[in-house]
């Protein structure tokens, strides 16, 4: 079982209620994605299809040939791009907040100065303190890198939403 957290949680703070319940009959596997939680990249660019490939290549190091997944926001269009793109590699997948097309309207007029000048410290504080090794200090790049996931992602077509079965299931 493997739980992919949204844009602004890390996998044990999003997930930890539902470790009681699996944890008896599954592995459970709690990432923190690329650009988020204690990760350390090389550069602070990430997307949702990137964050995909990367979770492909965690199932690989782990040697985890066909696994569950619970996927939240972002973690959900993971999931999604990953039945897509490794459908044998998923034998269930459960997306949460997330509806497979990108419904960008609005999205690019927000101004994030506005945002952090008008009392949303407390938001800003705690994304600071679940993501500072993730983005290395540098949190309004971070912010804006998850306005632009926003806009883009998921972006999948019917043709592409419809291919996803689970045949292991």
Known sequence: MIFLHSHYSRSMLAF?????????????YFPDLRGHGRTRCRDLDWSTPRIAEDVAGFMDRMNIERAHLIGYSMGAGVGLYLAVNHPGRIATLTTI?????????????????SCWRISQQAFIDQMIERHQEAHQGNWKYYLRQTVQDWIRYPDLTEEQLGSITCPHC
């Open 16 to 28: 930890s209620s539902q470790v009681l319940d699996f944890q008896n009959q599954y592995s459970c």
């Open 97 to 113: 907040g997330t509806s497979g097309f990108c419904e960008p309207a609005g999205a690019g007029s927000t101004n994030l100065n």
